[in-house]
């Protein structure tokens, strides 16, 4: 989650793995770190650290804590623990869930069709408009059963929902 999730910010498969060894490095050190130090650790430069740091508190990946030195200075330290974790998990199945619900309320209100080639997904008028074959593929669309695409989805949205709940 957290290599994809750079990976795709930075467009750097290389920010990705550096992210994940960041977690990883926090996750077993147990204790805190200031950016600095994480750079040294990492042996990369402050600026990258705190870039990475930066972003991954902005996605409750990691943790922070901000604190004001005797000369008035503020210094940030990141850390992660299983409470971070579970924070992180249980606001990804949130936002899955929320477009999980947005997905279930387009099926209810429209006609759909798909691409068994590339599985994209076209309204009633895209089918009508392509003529019933995919842009892309040059395949024949199929009607997908919204009532039966609908239960399957509501199912997954319940499982992750009791799933949250466990944690």
Known sequence: MVERNVSFEFNSPEYGKL????????????????????AILMNISTAEARRILQFLAKGNMIGVVKTTTPDYRIEY???????V?????????????????????????????????????????EELAYNGVCPICKVQLIYINNIDEINRITKVIEKLEKYASSI
């Open 19 to 38: 992210a994940r060894k960041m977690v990883e490095m926090l996750y077993s050190r147990k204790e805190r770190l200031s950016d600095d130090r994480i």
């Open 77 to 83: 330290a990141w850390y992660v623990d299983d409470v």
């Open 85 to 125: 974790i579970a924070n992180a998990i249980k606001k990804r199945i949130e936002l899955v869930s929320g477009k999980l619900a947005l997905l279930v309320r387009a099926l209810a209100e429209g006609t759909y069709y798909v691409c068994p080639n590339c599985h994209r997904r076209y309204s009633l008028d």
